[in-house]
Each structure stands twice: as structure tokens, then as C-alpha cells.
């Protein structure tokens, strides 16, 4: 929506300014989410600015991989209710974190959860695969058949495990950010996960912003799309499965987050890849920093997917209202 | 009953190729083909200069007219420019079938040459969306070949071919929100870096792109709030902005009032008279493509029935069989350029 | 001859009159099982653990015809048919075992609605605290017609608390906070706060509940902890996991530098079930947690 033509300066310093206002965010976060004015002793503000530093770290890494994930599968399914988990990752994740944690090893239930992602998009890719292309329409369906298949795999555990796990399995499956005890290997995996599709999918916003106008349009101009069908699949399925493995099923961010950034930025995804990176960290820090006040005021924990999820009513709300009145014209 | 002119009738050939040489072309790539006065539209070739006096008349554009036809920059050159009349693109015995059993395409094969406009006519369901998809390389035919500026379309790379060839597909998805600037400087993503960064030459083909189809007033606003006519314009705009030697439209007009009808003809008309490029359109409409066309192809069932120049083809007894419907073929006076009367039993 | 026929189509009617009277449809005779003195004999249907317990340790473990699936102790319990839980209960079981009373926590109350249309006398106890678990024990005692067997028990439980409050009589209580990890993920703990059972056995054990509000099992998180700072932790990881959780929880705790229970090793991770359970073992539950938080009482005689 910009009249501005996309520099090279323009991008890196509206990139270094995202990053920047991440930066203040984490930082604010840090100070007052752990009110680190207010310990007594040094050893205990070390200690809580360790865990605000961790917990700000996880929150900024899975933010931004879960907004990413969720942006590129919009604009791969051309669907604006896309989101991280529709096509089955939370649930191969999940059930596969949950079993790990309860039956095999609690230290490699991560790794395991990756596994099980690995695993949903082999599933899908299997199941939506016809006459050797990925379409939208078949992803979505192998997706929708995929979260109903976990979601009774999931409910068949819960049924069967003891009351007291019932009740931890329900709270992990809200997503929560921080954990006793450190895990920085893991977040530094999704951080490093996080920038690397961010930097994939910079490269693949040209084709993401010619799909849009169709898949004849795209070949056309040049996008291989069935190339960049399987990769975007592929690389977002992953980022939203170590978002998983890491800190549970939140949602609401990989959906929110991509439309907040079309109504500011516009539909250019050049725009709004770099955007989407440091957006959704920022977003998902100031939700935890939200929850982790709460909790110091109330003394009762809410899990951070609570919150995202409170979020995400008005947010239906307001896209009813905005966008679909725009008419989505194919002639 | 069609008046045949002067000029010795160039014989059709079953295979719809062109004679290798048509005896009274020069040789040396002269732009302007000798053709008899009857086939030339009394007008100018080049209706841009007729739009602008349009544009003056009227007023309220936004962009003030350019006092000289603006041809988009050259930024792009493909390394051997087209002989004139050369043929660019030719397809040869191609099959091609949605689904297996089903051929769309049955053994088809033509040629357009650069600096002539091409016109693919034939009923419903005879392949001609198929056959721009072929070979603009969307699809990849289980037989037959399509050789461009004499190498093989599987030769070039995707990126090379979006350089050198454009498809304005017949419908195109507008829900995403871009403006018309941003759909129409989607055409230089070709010619753009992996990041996709455009510079001020991609601008400027942009904004003449624009000019060009008579947009330039629409360029901030968002693609959606177009009317069909509109949006159909645009899109021929953006394949303009790719600077391509080969242009593929399917259907261009479909939805145009005759004004732009004739408007868009009149473009393609300069893009391979003055620009020399190679332009092959797909029509329903037998008389704006009669009007026009330098070569007609005319498709039944996947096949070409006919191909030649215009009153070659727009002959009672080459139509009927192929629209299964009586015509009557007049001379318009004006322009000399055969006419079809449908003539529907009852 | 007619006279005797008649006689006996009578004798007949009579004895299925009679019958009839002493209730419907029960075609097997059950084997007596109440100790129940001239009434009906006593069929227990036992729906929590801790009352099961409480059951058995009053020696009614005859008596009890069906238990939930958590009742797993004492062992002769798992003998008793298994009807579901009281989330779901299997009908058919309970139907089939054939109860005449009902014992229950209060929580259910739609279970309670079930079973008294089934039929069967329900007495429903609440047992999440001490003083509950007294008044639970003498309810059952008067439920079951054994209040004796019931005073024995409270006696009993009564002197093993008694026991444990003369050995760490003088000691200083420590700042102790009991703590439940989460089986899935480990973002939060479960906590012990004023007022549940828990707090009672650890006021009974010499320690003073770190977690300084009334709250029942509230969800704290790491920074909570630290601003909490106990001098002991007690971790109760009671239910079965994968073998290398005990160690992750340790290297969990072992982050939280600041923490003087940590700092001085006093993190203790204990997976005995029965400390969070009110019920008979109470007595158990206040030893072995005095033991652990006053180090040197374990090497001391344990008073009479």
C-alpha cells in the first residue's frame, strides 16, 4: 500500500528498526516482567533475571517461528484462517511429546515431539499428494484429517492415564512459556530455526506475493510452484513443530500476528516476512509479560495459550468485519 | 460471399505451417511487411497517439498524457532480437490430455512469427486455453515439441522464459489486497533479484505499462475495486511490464466494452508492428480477431483446422464444419477485413 | 384326591408369596459376607482410595464387594472386581457386585444421584483434610455398624501422630514447601498450600509450609519459588514415569541457585504415594516426613 519502491536501504533499515523494537520489548519485558528492582539479595536477582532472560528468549523464538510458520502457510493455502497447526503439526507434536514425557524419557520428549512433526509431514505430504502436486485444497483436507486423527489419539491418552496426569497433560496442551529448569540447547535450536526460515522465506516472498495472483500467473513470472509448494510446506510444518516440542501448543500467533502485520504493511510479502519475525517475538514476549503480571498479582498462573486465545475472539470479530467485505474477486 | 483481393491466395496448409517464405515478403526484417491497402485498418497503426487525444479530450486522467508514445524501456534485450516474420514459436504434433483418455491437444502444430499478431480461434473445449498453457511451459505435453527462437522450451530455464515470454491468463485471483501498481510491478519479477528489490528502470517500465492500457489512473488503487474490464487491463499492463518478446493472452477482451476492445488490439497491434515482439492471442470473437490478426489458427478438437491469414480462414466452408453452425462471411467496406454473420438455423 | 391337591397348589402360592416378599430377582444366593449382626449382610462398593484404605485397615476388607481402579492398596484390595472410576463408572460391574452401600467423596455428587437409583444406600464422606479424615472414619464406622473398629483406627492414627509430634517437639521448624512436578512438561509445580492435608502433616512433621497463603494446590512457576525461598523441599514425583525424570527433576531444581534449600541440598524427592493421600498410612506420612526434614530424628529410637 506503499507508493514506496522496495530498496535495498529501505530494507535493511526497516529490518534493523524490527529489530530494534524487539530489542526495547525483550528488554522491557526482562526488567519488569521479573521485577528486578525488587529482590533483595543478588543471588535471587540473578536467578529471576536468568529465568526472565530464558523465558523472554523462548517467547521471542517461538513467536516469531509460530508467526512466520503461520504466514507462509497463508500465503501457500491462500487462506487468511490458515495457521501453524492446520495441517496436523500440534497434533503429531503433541501426542508424540506427551507419550514421550509420560512413558519413554522425559529429556528427550523434544527431540521426540520433532520427531512426530517430521513424521505429520511425511503423513500429509502422502496423504494430500495427487498426480505428483500439492495442492491447497488436498493439504488442507490430508490437515483437517490429520488433527482429527491426533485430537482422539490425544483424548484416548487422556482417558486412560491417572486423574493427576489428566489434569498436566490439559495444562501443556494450552502452551505455556518457561519451564523449571533451564533449556537453553532447545531454545537456541528454535531461535536459530526461527531466523533461518526467516531468512528462507525472504527469498521465497516473490513467489509467495505471484501465487497470490494464481498459480498460472506465478509459473508465468517465473516461480517454480510446485518447488515452492514443497519447501514452504515443509520449512513452515517444521518451524511450527520445535514450536511445539519447546513450549506447547500456543495459538492464536501464527494467525494474528501475519493479518496485524497485512493491515499495517500491506499484502507485500517481501514486507512482511522480516516484519513477521520480529512482530510475532515481540508478541508472544508482551503476552508472557502479560501473564507472568497476572501471575505476580494474583498469585494464580495462566498459561500464555490462554491469553493468546482470549485474543483470539475479538481478533474473528474484527476480520468479519474487515476483511471479508472485500470481495475476493476471481473472474 | 468474401471478395478475395488481388494478392495470390497463400494455400492453407493441413498442418497449419506457414510456407517457408511468402514470395512477396522482403527479405531483411523490414517491420512493415507490403501488404495489399485493403487488409491495413485505414487508421494508424499504432492507435497510441489516438488514446492520447482521447486522454486530452477528456480530462480528469490522472497522470498527465505523454506528448510521444511511451514504449516501455528496453531494459531487457533478448540476445538475438527476432527476424521479422521469423517464425519464434513453433509447436509441433503436440498432445496433451487432462486426464488420461481425454486428449485435449491431438497432434497439434503452428507457428507464430515475430512481428505479427496471431489470433487462435475454435469453439469451446478445442484447446486453445491448453495450447497457451503449453506453451508458456504451465503444462508439459506427453507428446510433441515447442521450439522458441529455435531451441527447445525444456532448454531455457524458468527464469530465462518469464524473461522472454508472458501469459495474461484468462482469469487471475484478486483477494490478496495489492494495488495496481504493486500487480503491475509484479511483471518485473523476472527481471527483479532473489530478494525481489526493484529499481528505478522497473518503475519506469511499470508506470509506462500503465500508460499503456490506459490505466495510470488506477495505480494506487486496490486490484479488488476494479471492475472486470478494468482489472482484465491491468493485468495485460502487467504482462507488458515484463518486456517479453513472446505475449500470450488468452481471452483479452472477454470482458471489455468495444471501445477498450479495440483499444487492446490496437496495443498488441504496436507491440508487434513497432516493437517488433510476437504476439498470439486467443479470441471468441471471430470479427475483432478478423479485423486484426495478421494470422489466424484456427482449432477443432485439439487439432488446427486452418491457419493462414485472415480471409484464408474466415471462409464460410473452413468455419462451418469447425462451429457446427451456417455463417455468412461479408467484406467490411472499411477495412477490408472479413466478416462473420452467424446464420442459426430457424 | 382333590382335597390334596388343592393343599398343594396352596402350599405352592404360600411359598411363592413368601418369597416374593423377601425381594425380587435374586436368583443366586450371595455368600454371606457382612459381619453384620442380624441384618442383611454388608456389601461395600468402595469408590476412592483412601477410603478403601480406611476400610481395610478396619478390617472390613471382606465386606468390600467393588473398588474403583486407583484403590491399589492395600494389595488384597486388588483382588476386589474393579468398577471404573467415579468420572466413569462401570454399571454393570457395580450392578453385578451387588452392593448395599455406597461409600464416596462428596466431589460426585451426580455419581450419588446414580447410585441411589440403583438402589443402593450412599454415604457420601469428605476426606481432603485431618479433621475430615476423623469425622470420614467415624461415618464409616457408623455407615458400616463397626464404630468400634473406627475408634480403634482413629486411636491408632491419633497415637502415630502423637509419636511424631513428641520427636520433633523443639526442634525449629523449617520453611518447607511441599511440591507435586508436572508429569507433562515442566513449566509450573503444583504446591501445597495453608490448610490442605498436606500442611496439616507437615505442621505434624516440625516444618512450617513455606507457601504462606490459605490456597488449595495452587500452580506456582520458578519465580515464585524464588521469591518464597524455603529452607527445605520436598518434591513428591509419586507417580511412575520414565526412568530419567527423578534426574531432570533434580537438575531442574539445582538451576535455582538462590534458594536455600538448594544451596544447602535440602531438595529431597520423595516417591512414596500415601503423603497425599488421607488416610490410615497418615501415621507413615508424618514419620517419614519429619524424617526427611529433620535430618538427625531417623538415627534416633523411634518412641513407643
Not at chain 2, 501498481?181 to 528489490?197: D, N, Q
Not at chain 3, 462401570?90 to 451387588?98: F, K, N, P, S, T
Not at chain 3, 488449595?216 to 520414565?242: F, H, Y
Request: charged share 20%; aromatic share 6%; proline share 8%.
Amino acid at each position: 500500500m506503499t507508493p514506496h519502491p522496495l530498496t535495498v536501504r529501505r530494507y535493511v533499515l526497516t529490518t534493523l528498526a524490527g529489530a530494534a523494537a524487539w530489542l526495547v520489548v525483550a528488554a522491557v519485558a526482562v526488567v519488569v516482567g521479573g521485577r528486578l528492582w525488587a529482590w533483595g539479595s543478588a543471588a535471587q536477582m540473578h536467578d529471576v533475571l536468568w529465568l526472565r532472560l530464558e523465558w523472554v528468549a523462548t517467547a521471542s523464538a517461538v513467536g516469531a517461528a509460530l508467526a512466520l510458520s503461520g504466514l507462509a502457510l497463508q500465503a501457500l493455502l491462500r487462506n487468511p484462517l490458515a495457521e501453524p497447526y492446520i495441517l496436523g503439526v500440534s497434533g503429531g507434536a503433541g501426542l508424540a511429546y506427551i507419550l514421550a514425557s509420560l512413558f519413554v524419557s522425559v529429556v528427550a520428549a523434544p527431540a521426540v515431539a520433532v520427531l512426530g512433526a517430521l513424521a505429520t509431514v511425511a503423513l500429509v505430504y502422502a496423504i494430500a499428494r495427487r498426480r505428483g502436486r500439492l495442492e491447497p485444497y488436498t493439504l488442507l483436507l490430508a490437515g483437517v484429517i490429520l488433527n482429527a486423527f491426533y485430537g482422539a489419539a490425544i483424548m484416548l491418552v487422556t482417558a486412560i492415564v491417572r486423574p493427576e496426569q489428566r489434569g498436566d497433560i490439559a495444562v501443556w496442551m494450552m502452551g505455556t512459556i518457561g519451564a523449571f529448569g533451564p533449556q537453553w540447547p532447545l531454545i537456541g535450536a528454535v531461535a536459530a530455526l526461527a531466523v533461518a526460515g526467516g531468512g528462507l522465506f525472504a527469498f521465497l516472498a516473490k513467489g509467495f506475493n505471484l501465487v497470490a495472483a494464481g498459480e498460472d500467473t506465478a509459473g508465468a513470472l517465473g516461480v517454480r510452484v510446485e518447488r515452492l509448494r514443497v519447501i514452504t510446506f515443509v520449512a513452515a510444518s517444521l518451524l511450527a513443530g520445535v514450536s511445539v516440542a519447546l513450549a506447547g501448543p500456543i495459538g492464536f500467533v501464527g494467525l494474528i500476528v501475519p493479518h496485524v502485520l497485512r493491515m499495517l504493511i500491506g499484502p507485500d510479502h517481501r514486507r512482511l516476512v522480516p516484519a513477521a519475525l520480529f512482530a510475532g517475538a515481540a508478541f508472544l514476549v508482551l503476552a508472557d509479560l502479560a501473564a507472568c503480571l497476572w501471575e505476580g498479582a494474583t498469585n494464580r498462573s495462566v498459561p500464555v495459550g490462554v491469553l493468546t486465545a482470549m485474543c483470539g475472539g475479538p481478533f474473528f470479530i474484527y476480520l468479519l468485519r474487515t476483511r471479508w467485505r472485500k470481495r475476493m474477486a476471481v473472474r | 460471399m468474401a471478395e478475395t483481393d488481388g494478392r495470390a491466395m497463400t494455400p492453407i496448409r493441413r498442418d497449419g505451417k506457414m510456407p517457408p517464405g511468402d514470395a512477396e515478403m522482403p527479405r531483411g526484417g523490414s517491420p512493415h511487411p507490403p501488404r495489399n491497402e485493403h487488409q491495413r485498418p485505414r487508421r494508424d497503426s499504432s492507435l497510441a497517439p489516438l488514446a492520447q487525444n482521447d486522454n486530452a479530450k477528456r480530462g480528469g486522467y490522472g497522470d498527465p498524457p505523454r506528448t510521444s508514445p511511451t514504449d516501455p524501456p528496453r531494459t531487457n534485450p533478448p540476445a538475438e532480437p527476432p527476424r521479422a516474420n521469423a517464425p519464434y514459436i513453433e509447436a509441433e504434433g503436440l498432445c496433451f490430455a487432462y486426464t488420461a483418455g481425454e486428449p485435449v491437444l491431438a497432434g497439434l502444430s503452428m507457428t507464430a512469427c515475430a512481428g505479427r499478431l496471431t489470433c487462435v480461434l475454435g469453439p469451446n473445449g478445442s484447446g486453445k486455453t491448453t495450447l497457451l498453457r503449453v506453451l508458456a511451459r504451465l503444462l508439459v505435453p506427453s507428446g510433441g515439441s515447442v521450439r522458441l527462437a529455435g531451441r527447445p522450451l525444456e532448454a531455457y530455464r524458468r527464469a530465462d522464459l518469464a524473461r522472454r515470454v508472458a501469459y495474461v491468463p484468462q482469469e487471475t485471483l484478486a483477494g490478496a489486497g495489492f494495488t495496481v501498481m504493486e500487480t503491475v510491478l509484479m511483471g518485473r519479477s523476472p527481471h527483479t533479484g532473489a530478494l525481489g528489490f526493484e529499481s528505478e528502470a522497473d518503475w519506469q517500465a511499470a508506470e509506462s505499462a500503465l500508460s499503456l492500457t490506459e490505466t495510470a489512473r488506477f495505480a494506487g488503487r486496490d486490484l479488488a475495486d476494479l471492475s472486470g474490464g478494468e482489472r482484465q487491463r491491468v493485468i495485460v499492463a502487467r504482462a507488458l511490464a515484463q518486456d517479453p518478446a513472446l505475449v500470450l493472452l488468452d481471452e483479452p477482451t472477454a470482458f471489455l466494452d468495444i471501445r477498450h476492445q479495440h483499444s487492446i488490439y490496437g496495443l498488441l497491434t504496436h507491440l508487434v508492428r513497432e516493437q517488433g515482439r510476437t504476439v498470439i492471442a486467443v479470441s471468441h470473437d471471430l470479427n475483432l480477431a478478423g479485423a486484426y490478426a495478421d494470422d489466424l489458427v484456427l482449432l477443432a478438437r485439439g487439432a488446427v483446422a486452418a491457419a493462414g491469414p485472415p480471409e484464408a480462414v474466415i471462409r464460410p466452408e473452413v468455419l462451418e464444419p469447425v462451429y457446427e453452425t451456417p455463417v455468412e462471411v461479408r467484406r467490411d467496406e472499411t477495412t477490408g477485413r472479413p466478416l462473420v454473420l452467424p446464420r442459426p438455423p430457424g | 384326591m382333590v382335597s390334596t391337591r388343592f393343599h398343594l397348589v396352596l402350599l405352592a402360592l404360600a411359598t411363592a408369596a413368601a418369597l416374593s416378599a423377601t425381594g425380587c430377582g435374586e436368583a443366586d444366593a450371595p455368600p454371606p459376607a457382612g459381619r453384620e449382626a442380624g441384618r442383611q449382610p454388608l456389601r461395600i462398593l468402595s469408590l476412592a482410595p483412601n477410603l478403601t484404605e480406611i476400610l481395610f485397615a478396619m478390617g472390613l476388607g471382606d465386606a468390600v464387594v467393588g473398588r474403583s481402579t486407583y484403590c491399589t492398596y492395600p494389595p488384597e484390595a486388588l483382588a476386589v472386581p474393579a468398577v471404573g472410576d467415579t468420572l466413569h463408572l462401570d454399571l454393570a460391574g457395580v450392578i453385578r457386585a451387588e452392593p448395599t452401600l455406597a461409600l464416596l467423596l462428596t466431589r460426585r455428587t451426580e455419581v450419588v444421584r446414580r447410585l441411589e437409583g440403583l438402589g443402593i444406600r450412599v454415604a457420601a464422606v469428605e476426606a481432603d483434610r485431618m479433621d475430615q479424615l476423623r469425622e470420614a472414619i467415624r461415618t464409616i464406622g457408623t455407615e458400616t455398624g463397626r464404630p468400634d473398629a473406627a475408634r480403634a483406627l482413629l486411636a491408632q492414627i491419633d497415637a502415630d501422630l502423637a509419636a511424631v509430634r513428641r520427636r520433633v517437639a523443639g526442634l525449629s521448624p523449617p520453611r518447607t514447601l511441599f511440591a507435586c512436578p508436572m508429569t507433562v512438561g515442566s513449566a509450573r509445580i503444583l504446591v501445597a498450600g495453608r490448610g490442605t492435608f498436606v500442611d496439616d502433616l507437615l505442621t505434624a512433621a516440625g516444618a512450617e509450609n513455606a507457601y504462606p497463603d490459605r490456597a488449595d494446590w495452587p500452580t506456582i512457576g520458578p519465580t515464585r519459588v524464588v521469591d518464597l525461598g524455603p529452607d527445605v523441599v520436598i518434591v513428591n514425583a509419586a507417580t511412575k514415569g520414565p526412568a530419567d525424570r527423578q534426574d531432570t527433576i533434580r537438575r531442574a531444581w539445582n538451576a535455582l541457585g538462590s534458594v536455600p534449600a538448594v544451596e544447602a541440598g535440602r531438595v529431597h524427592i520423595l516417591t512414596e504415594p500415601y503423603l497425599t493421600i488421607p488416610g490410615p498410612r497418615v501415621g507413615r506420612a508424618a514419620r517419614l516426613l519429619a524424617e526427611t526434614i529433620h535430618p538427625g530424628l531417623a538415627d534416633e529410637e523411634p518412641a513407643p
